[in-house]
């Protein structure tokens, strides 16, 4: 007789664990479906969902360890593989020191929860290597910081229930499902919407007003809004004056910008600026639901978002419903880290001091660091969930520098671009193999909750990060740092410290509440800043030498910036839009997720195109100074014209080939992914046309 059964868990294909039922018959995964009960999604899946049984089955998972052997993959035990990595980090160790290895971690593990990614630090540290670097390294840290300097925590935008959403360098509708939903009713409810974005994306063509913005000019655009709001006097006098400090500051700085000044450099007509400053400083309440990283990886990346930080605190839409929520206390995880066995920082922590450090460290500074051994010799490389050869920018230099290496170890799902360059691949558990705590803090309607996963099977020899550092440690000799003999002690002691009693939990639950949402908390508890207020103008960036105020700079390559570049170069190229159906470089497998995915394209105005000979399905070259790759050209009315996008993670067609590495904010260090300049063309004897 057949046995079924099933498990709440959480979905982890993308980062937003949407909470699923999953049903086993006689151990095969055979259904999953949205779980109603679960507060983010409510039972909604995006189309990504249909595919997570064939991506778990699928034929290209690596499914036990292997080691290159004389140029090809040979089957190892886990023991060897223990062994393998175990002997290859005492060499490094002992012949160059422990800062001469790094570990690097993916998308994926940031979506495992903070618990994993501290136990992998754990390990670090008891091996003595500062150098631990997350995605963060160009994702969502900076707005993070940003707003942490402002307001001493990091408020969540709460769109549901705007009346006036402006949408900013977000495309929800490919890269947060739920989000674009919530944002489509509350429209539907006579929420006005705002998007600004250099492409008219499907939001933008339900919006009041769409801001084609040129590429990279954010800042300038929000110097602008600041200005008719000061100037005006839109701007909330009760909350600034109570709860900021720095605004006669402010209002000195934006005395020297003009509006058609702004318009010239965003490409923006005056009066649209106008009425998004009007409409934004007018409606209330109001929140920006801005993007992941396309308003952070530019010059002004940290800047942009200190910025709209700052428009949220003097319009009054800070820690109010419908403008920018804080979430209750989060149940205190015991700590993992060990840092008092570390000698050293962080990569980048003297460069960024703000924001390299004990959490991750700026890997754009990587490349460089293995190709001159300076300011020491990096020889060593674990690589977690990870596809930087097609993710990271540059991948030219970052190729050469992984080529460099005396020893690079890879933990995947499926192998990728990376994992064939690797002296040993490890086979990774996805989020069906994995028990754990999702504390992303989600606020739906009053309540903070967390989530939880549950593991649903096993595949082969597939093993969580957890599982497989704990055994290296032991197996290291760190015994003393890594009591616990296997994960499911590990979990246990994480849980028990949090108060959650997991046999309680394991298989049934998929969250758990951890109070109300409060509004207004400042008017008891004040800020977690230097000042205790909100800071507009920031004494910290003052006193580490950065800008103080937010302020414009020309991207690193623009047409203005740099006339020479853009005579050669004179079209204008961001990176890295999110398409629905994939995620990044991965998920390419998947066969029943909704429509065909789509093959690589370059999405170029038909004026643009008409211009330089192109025709719709035509391949071209697209070049930059850091390398060529050649693409189809997709001609839509959608985009702005002399701007071109690429999406990334593409291995026929990667845009990291253009991409520069270089840091081009001087907080973060983030590089500009979405505003460089390349030069296009037909490929010659093109028969390429649909
Ligand atoms: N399906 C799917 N979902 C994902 C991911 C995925 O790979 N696939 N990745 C996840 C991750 S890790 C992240 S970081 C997030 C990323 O999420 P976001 O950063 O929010 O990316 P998108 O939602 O694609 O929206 C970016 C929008 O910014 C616009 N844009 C480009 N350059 C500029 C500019 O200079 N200024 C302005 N104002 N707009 C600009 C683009 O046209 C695009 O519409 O998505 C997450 N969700
Ligand atoms: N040009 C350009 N480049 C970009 C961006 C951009 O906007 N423009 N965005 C950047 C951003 S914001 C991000 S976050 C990065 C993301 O970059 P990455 O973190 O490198 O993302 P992926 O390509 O999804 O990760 C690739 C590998 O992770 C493995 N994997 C997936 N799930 C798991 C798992 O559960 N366990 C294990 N062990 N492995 C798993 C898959 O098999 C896959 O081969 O890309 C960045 N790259
Ligand atoms: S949005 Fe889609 S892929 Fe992401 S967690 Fe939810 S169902 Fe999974
Ligand atoms: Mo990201």
Not at 39 to 56: E, Q, S, T, V, Y
Request: glycine share 8%.
């Amino acid at each position: 007789m057949s046995t079924k059964k099933e498990i709440k868990t959480l979905c982890g294909v993308c980062l937003w664990a949407c909470g699923i039922i999953v049903t086993l018959e006689d151990g095969k995964i055979i259904k999953i479906k949205g779980d109603p009960e679960h507060p983010w999604n409510r039972g909604r899946l995006c189309p990504k969902a249909a595919g997570i049984i064939d991506h778990f089955y699928s034929p290209q998972r690596i499914k036990y360890p292997m080691k290159k052997v004389a140029g090809s993959w040979q089957r190892i035990s886990w023991e060897d593989a223990l062994d393998t990595v175990a002997s290859e980090l005492n060499k490094t160790k002992d012949t160059y020191g422990p800062e001469a290895w790094a570990m690097i971690i993916g998308m994926s593990i940031v979506a495992e929860g903070f618990n994993t990614m501290h136990f992998l630090q754990r390990f670090c540290d008891a091996y003595g290597s500062p150098n631990f670097i997350t995605p963060e390294t160009f994702c969502f840290l900076s707005g993070i910081t940003a707003n942490m300097l402002t307001f001493g925590k990091f408020p969540y935008a709460n769109p549901i229930n705007s009346n006036c959403i402006v949408l900013w360098g977000h495309n929800p509708s490919a890269s947060n499902y739920m989000v674009a939903e919530d944002i489509i009713k509350a429209k539907e409810r006579g929420s006005k919407l705002v998007v600004i974005d250099p492409r008219k994306i499907a939001l933008a063509k339900q919006a009041d007003i769409h801001a084609q913005i040129r590429p990279g000019t954010d800042c300038a655009l929000a110097l602008a809004l600041f200005k008719i709001i000061i100037e005006e006097e839109l701007y909330d006098k009760e909350f600034v004056k109570n709860w900021t400090v720095g605004f006669d500051q402010l209002q000195e700085h934006v005395k020297k910008y003009s509006i058609k000044e702004a318009s010239r450099i965003t490409w923006i007509p005056s009066s649209i600026i106008e009425s998004i400053a009007h409409t934004y400083a007018s409606v209330k309440p109001a929140s920006i639901v801005q993007g992941t990283n396309s308003l952070d990886q530019h010059a002004t990346g940290f800047q942009n978002n200190r910025a709209l930080a700052i428009l949220e605190a003097v319009t009054g839409n800070f820690d109010a419903a419908g403008g920018h929520l804080l979430s209750g206390a989060f149940p205190a995880f015991p700590p993992l880290r060990l840092p008092e066995l570390v000698k050293g920082g962080n990569i980048g922590k003297d460069q960024y001091p703000l924001f390299a450090g004990d959490w991750t460290g700026q890997g754009m500074l990587l490349p460089d660091m293995i190709l001159t051994g300076k300011p020491h010799p990096i020889k060593s490389l674990a690589i977690l969930a990870s596809n930087p050869v097609l993710t990271w920018p540059n991948s030219n230099k970052l190729k050469k520098a992984l080529h460099q290496l005396d020893f690079l170890s890879v933990m995947t799902i499926e192998p990728n671009e990376t994992s064939e360059m690797a002296d040993l691949v490890l086979p990774g558990a996805t989020f069906l193999e994995r028990t754990e705590v999702w504390d992303g803090t989600l606020l739906m309607g009053s309540k903070c909750f967390m989530s939880l996963r549950n593991k649903v099977t096993d595949f082969h020899e597939c093993r969580s990060p957890i599982d497989f550092w704990l055994n290296l440690a032991r197996h290291m000799g760190y015994e003393k740092y890594f009591p616990w003999k296997n994960e499911d002690e590990v979990l246990r002691y994480i849980f028990k410290g949090a108060g959650i009693d997991i046999d309680e939990y394991l298989g049934n639950i998929n969250f758990v509440p951890f109070g109300e949402v409060k509004y207004k908390k400042y008017e008891t508890e004040g800020f977690q800043t230097s000042s205790g207020k909100i800071e507009l103008y920031s004494a910290v960036m003052q006193s580490l030498g950065l800008e103080p105020l937010p302020s414009f700079t020309e991207p690193p390559e623009s047409p203005v910036r740099d006339p020479e570049t853009a005579r050669d170069y004179p079209v204008i190229l961001t990176t890295g839009s999110r398409i629905l159906q994939y995620i990044h470089s991965s998920y390419r497998i998947v066969s029943k997720a909704g429509k065909k995915p789509p093959e690589p394209y370059a999405e170029i105005h038909p004026g643009t195109a008409g211009y330089y000979g192109i025709g719709d399905g035509d391949m071209i070259n697209v070049e930059t100074k850091r390398g060529a790759i050649q693409i189809k050209a997709r001609l839509t009315e959608d985009i702005l014209p002399h701007v071109i996008n690429i999406p990334h993670g593409w291995s026929q067609s990667n845009v990291n080939l253009l991409t520069d590495e270089k840091s081009a904010d001087p907080v973060t260090g983030y590089p500009a992914l979405k505003a460089l300049l390349c030069k296009i063309s037909p490929v010659k004897g093109n028969d390429n046309r649909v």
